[in-house]
Each structure stands twice: as structure tokens, then as C-alpha cells.
């Protein structure tokens, strides 16, 4: 049903990195485009946000590359001290934003509702939304995972979602910075559930792109990103690597 969605590979670098490092990364990937490019996906980079402005100036021009945050507020503007609101992306040239990461659930203490309210927010200032779920190993272990995911995206789904502003990252808690991966067929259950509460919820439901989260790596793209209804892959420690980033991306069907 969703064989025709063009695959989107998003690297969230997480709170890692320097200017030198942010320059570096985004030289060699803009050179691996130039020398065995186009890309066989759309490709989203999500520096921290103190180098988001430096990322805008690499990727200027460079068709292939897009810029995403890592995450947004609610509002639109105000008294938020540290925070960044959705229009502040959108003016430094981001066209995505990350919300409800599993590690801001867990540092911030961020509930569904508050993730629905940043979607919300990411959506209304023209941005994509790749709005995040997944299970703890507790959760999966007690025989909960497509439960606890389902109601996630019912709960984080921003109003006014559709194939065009809204991603789902599912992205197993267990399975993040640890070499651990579920495997193709517990993969293939959470998105086809994911992919039904999606169809339950929105006309385009079948365009919506699901991306598998959590230590995807070279080793193991191509196996991840050939399951049925995963549509791209949102990638921690490997996008750091302009080599192995590029290597993901190539993986692609
Ligand atoms: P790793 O790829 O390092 O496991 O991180 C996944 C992730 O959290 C991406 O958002």
C-alpha cells in the first residue's frame, strides 16, 4: 500500500558535536551527493540547536539536504528561557522538527499531550512534525509493545496531521544507542499497527511515513528499511558518521 512513498532517512545528532565537527559532517555529506548522489531518499540532518544556523549556511543550495530541530515549544514565542519555538526552525531554514523523542519523554518529563501540543505547534509554523514513539523493555517484555505504541499515536497524533506536515518515528526505547534491534517482524507488527490507527485517524493515513528508530546502523539498514510499512529511518549514533550516514541512505529501496 505504501510501497510508492519515498523513503526519508533523518539523522539526529542528538547533543553532540561542535561547529568544526557540524562543517566537517556536512562537507562530506555534501560530497557524497555530488560524487554518487542524487540520493535514493530525501535526507534530513538535525544538528543540536546552537549549530542549526552554521547547518543552514553548509546546506545552502544544496538540494538533498534538508535541516530539522530536535525539538520545539509549544508557543509560539514568550517567556520559555532556553527554549525554541517552532517559527525560530522555520526562520533559520529548518523544514522539519523532532518532537517527543524518547529521551525528552524521559529527561523533561514530556507526556503525548504535550508532544500533540509541539506537533501542533511544529505544524502550524509550516513545519513536518516526526512525531516519536515507542515501548520500554518493560513494556515490551510484559507482551504491551503494540498497545503501549498504539495509544502513543492516538495521544501524540497533532490535529490537523496529514501526509504532508506529519512523520511517526517509531523508535523502541531498548533498542536506542544499545546495538540491540527488534527483530523484521516485530518491526513489521508496531508499523502495521501504527499504520492502521494512522488509517483510523487520517484520509491520507496510507501516506503518512513511518520510520523505524534505534540503532540502525550500515550493518542492518537494508534488512530494517526492506520491512513492509517502513518508510525511512530516524538515526542516532550512525548519522554522526558522514560514511556510515551516507551508507544508510544508499540502503534504501
Ligand atoms: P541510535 O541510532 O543511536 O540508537 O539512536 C536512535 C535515536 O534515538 C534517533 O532519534
Excluded at 56 to 83: N, P, R
Excluded at 203 to 222: C, F, M, Q, W
Excluded at 227 to 246: K, M, Q, T
Aim: net charge negative; aromatic share 2%.
Amino acid at each position: 500500500m505504501t510501497e510508492s512513498l519515498r523513503p526519508l532517512i533523518a539523522g539526529n545528532w542528538k547533543m553532540n558535536g561542535s561547529r568544526a565537527t557540524t562543517r566537517d559532517l556536512l562537507t562530506a555529506l555534501r560530497a557524497s551527493l555530488r560524487d554518487s548522489g542524487p540520493a535514493p531518499c530525501d535526507i534530513v540532518v538535525c544538528p543540536p540547536a546552537p549549530h542549526l544556523a552554521l547547518a543552514a549556511m553548509e546546506t545552502e543550495a544544496v538540494s538533498g539536504i534538508q535541516l530539522g530541530g530536535q525539538d520545539c515549544h509549544t508557543a509560539t514565542s514568550g517567556a520559555h528561557t532556553g527554549d525554541v519555538s517552532a517559527a525560530m526552525l522555520v526562520d533559520l531554514g529548518c523544514a522539519y522538527v523532532i518532537v517527543g523523542h524518547s529521551e525528552r519523554r524521559a529527561d523533561h518529563g514530556e507526556d503525548s499531550a504535550t508532544v500533540k501540543a509541539k506537533g501542533q505547534a511544529a505544524i502550524a509554523a509550516g513545519l513536518t512534525a516526526i512525531v516519536c514513539v515507542g515501548e520500554t523493555l518493560g513494556e515490551r517484555d510484559a507482551g504491551r509493545a503494540v498497545d503501549v505504541v498504539g495509544a502513543q499515536v492516538e495521544a501524540s497524533l497533532p490535529g490537523g496531521a496529514n501526509a504532508g506536515n506529519t512523520v511517526i518515528a517509531y523508535e523502541p526505547v531498548w533498542a536506542i544507542g544499545t546495538g540491540r534491534t527488534p527483530t523484521g517482524a516485530e518491526i513489521g507488527e508496531i508499523h502495521a499497527c501504527v499504520r492502521a490507527r494512522l488509517l483510523g485517524r487520517l484520509e491520507d493515513g496510507d501516506r503518512v511515513p513511518i520510520l523505524y528508530g534505534g540503532s540502525v546502523k550500515p550493518e542492518n539498514a537494508a534488512a530494517i528499511l526492506s520491512v513492509p510499512d517502513v518508510n525511512g529511518a530516524l538515526v542516532g549514533g550512525a548519522s554522526l558518521d558522514a560514511g556510515d550516514f551516507w551508507s544508510i541512505c544508499q540502503s534504501c529501496p
